[in-house]
């Protein structure tokens, strides 16, 4: 008998197949959404005139709407314009965002690296204050820190993370002085590395610390459940120093289910993202849904809600390849 | 040695005085939760009515006043009473959110229940409509729904539904799915029953626990939505006392120092969520405790 008869295909073939599969079925979440978001639009009271005129809207001549009327398409059937749509944004023609002044494929590309930027710091921090709190509070379980850490975590669930940002500005910013409460930069400065920097710490904190509470509980408790596996209990019997026994053999297996639970952890990273841009003037496409939604910018509403449903599906596919590479008893393609 | 049988681990404590001291916190927990709350509503529904001016009163003789005897929680930046003001944002953020939870179980049982019970092609096609929501962040689909249609309440509570009523029906459909397999469902149909009757005599009533208890799990969360949209200026219309209005206010306020305008209305808010958590996570325990995990919200 073959020891590897649970996998019968090599891995890289298995995980490949994984990846493809999951494309093919994110397609049709996507264009399900698309459809949504277009017939919301469609069949809401506002009209896509007013976006195209603005205010002139109401100096124009009756002739010169109808015009522009007929120059758009306004008047086509539902699904003609929806075809026209998804046909441009299949060919890279986003439309255009009246809230910012240009194409919606410029605003992308100016403010999707500051997201980015302010999100991945965010989950790293997120993930390092999980890790730590994680580890020391189910190693000393029961203990006052796991207590104090517990409790704080649980508290935290119920804690919106805009009213975190206010109480990490009044304490830091108007409190202490120590840190800038808005932008990226001061006033019109350069974007320079070390400027950056300082205005990214509160934001980034905040959103991290805002994410954490339920991943050092998950943590903790996948620690708590491999801390009583047989191969942990064989370790400390061999008298293995502790410290090699929690990260050498326990941690190991916590991590697992951990890195899983950080990918399908994205919709909550960008509703925290939308509010802490918001609290921060953060230049980000977050903030950015935020204004967009305020004047009623469709074009630009639309494919940021894509953008944001596309990036939960990666973070789900990224967190089965990660729990595919790192687990070999995990069938890849399954 | 006699022979063990595998029991729950809340079973075997039973008795034991671990197993009462957890019960023992377990139900101080459900009754802190039930009493603050009930303070929570009573203050909610009398302070607004009792205050001597209203809470939309403006007095700019009293502008950006701190805590004291005559203003409890302060003044805002039109000289409007805080703590007036901030239940009566409460009382709106409760009502929304009670209206949300009745929305969402309906929405849920109806869809869990249909996608249970007919299984076959309807059941996949629901549950791919389930995922294809949960695949959107809820805020996102929120901010989407409610800046077509801005300033209503009604948007509000749309969008609120729309994005919850997902967990009720997760819900519903594997306790439907368990209970058609259940001796007497079969005998119902065997004896000749309609489809329609064995779902509204058996099925439905035997689900009606199940939905009440992901009704009370869904209330933090639409109080956290609704709040979180009327911050971002998207929500309830201005003029509405609102937590999420009364903070996008107090975000100009924090900068001039004006502490009091932040940390009583988020304070509020905090502690209503808690205690409503509080209690459904108890109410949880008690009642499914097999379903811990998938009713995590």
Do not use: K
């Amino acid at each position: 008998m073959s020891a590897r008869t649970h996998a019968t295909t090599p891995r890289g073939e298995a995980i490949a197949r994984l990846v493809a599969r999951r494309l093919a079925m994110a397609i049709p979440v996507l264009i399900v959404i698309a459809g949504g978001v277009f017939l919301l639009g469609a069949a809401s009271p506002f009209d896509p005139i007013h976006q195209y005129y603005g205010v002139d809207v109401f100096s124009a001549g009756e002739q010169q709407l109808e015009q522009t009327r007929e120059q758009l398409g306004l008047d086509d059937p539902v699904h003609v314009q929806f075809g026209r749509w998804i046909g441009g944004l299949l060919t890279g023609d986003l439309g255009t965002s009246r809230v910012f002044h240009q194409p919606v494929a410029d605003v992308l590309a100016e403010r999707l690296p500051w997201t980015l930027l302010l999100a991945g710091t965010g989950i790293v921090v997120a993930a390092l204050l999980a890790l730590v709190l994680g580890i020391v509070t189910a190693w000393r379980q029961g203990g006052w820190l796991d207590r104090t850490v517990t409790a704080i975590g649980q508290g935290m669930e119920g804690l919106p993370s805009f009213v975190l940002a206010f109480v990490a500005i009044l304490v830091f910013s108007v409190g202490l002085g120590w840190l800038p409460v808005a932008g990226v930069t001061d006033g019109d400065a350069e974007a320079t590395f070390g400027q950056v920097a300082r205005h990214l710490v509160l934001p980034a904190l905040v959103l991290g610390a805002s994410q954490s509470p339920w991943l050092v509980l998950h943590l903790r408790q996948s620690l708590l459940t491999s801390l009583a596996d047989d191969h942990v209990i064989g370790a400390r019997a061999r008298g293995l120093p502790e410290r090699l026994v929690v990260t050498g053999h326990a941690l190991p297996t916590a991590l697992l289910p951990f890195l899983n639970v950080l990918g399908t952890r994205v919709p909550e990273l960008v509703t925290g993202a939308v509010l802490v841009e918001t609290v921060f003037s953060w230049p980000g496409v977050a903030s950015a849904m935020v204004e967009a939604g305020l004047a009623v910018d469709y074009p630009l509403l639309a494919v940021l809600a894509l953008l944001a449903t596309a990036a939960v599906l990666l973070g789900s596919l990224l967190a089965d390849i990660a729990t595919a590479l790192t687990d070999p008893r995990v069938r890849a393609d399954g | 040695m006699a022979e063990q049988t595998w029991r729950p681990a809340a079973r075997r404590r039973a008795g034991t005085p671990r197993g009462r001291a957890v019960e023992g916190r377990a139900h101080a927990r459900l009754v802190v939760g039930v009493a603050v709350l009930a303070v929570l509503v009573v203050a909610a529904v009398v302070v607004p009515w009792l205050a001597p001016s209203g809470e939309q009163f403006f007095d700019y003789t009293q502008v950006r006043q701190g805590p004291s005897g005559e203003h409890l929680f302060g003044t805002d930046q039109a000289g409007r009473d805080l703590f007036a003001r901030s239940l009566a944002g409460l009382r709106i953020s409760l009502i929304v959110a009670v209206i949300c939870a009745l929305g969402s179980i309906t929405l849920g049982t109806l869809i869990g229940a249909v996608a249970g019970f007919l299984g076959g092609w309807p059941d996949r096609l629901l549950m791919r409509l389930l995922d294809t929501v949960n695949a959107v962040p809820h805020l996102l689909l929120g901010i989407v729904i409610v800046a077509l249609y801005r300033g209503s309440m009604t948007a509000v509570i749309v969008s609120i539904v729309v994005t919850h009523w997902t967990t009720v029906a997760r819900i519903v459909r594997g306790e439907v799915l368990s209970l058609r397999q259940q001796p007497f469902v079969d005998a119902a149909i065997s004896g000749g029953a309609s489809q329609l009757h064995v779902v509204r005599r058996h099925v439905l009533p035997a689900v009606v626990p199940q939905a009440a208890l992901s009704a009370v799990l869904v209330l933090p969360h639409a109080v956290w939505h609704e709040t979180a949209l009327s911050f971002l200026g998207l929500g309830l219309p201005p003029h509405m006392a609102s937590i999420g209005n009364i903070l996008s206010d107090a975000r100009s306020e924090l900068l001039l120092g004006g502490w009091w305008v932040v940390v009583f209305p988020s304070a509020l808010l905090v502690v209503t969520t808690l205690a409503t958590a509080g209690i459904a996570g108890t109410l949880r325990d008690r009642l499914v405790p097999r379903r811990r995990s998938e009713l995590a919200l």
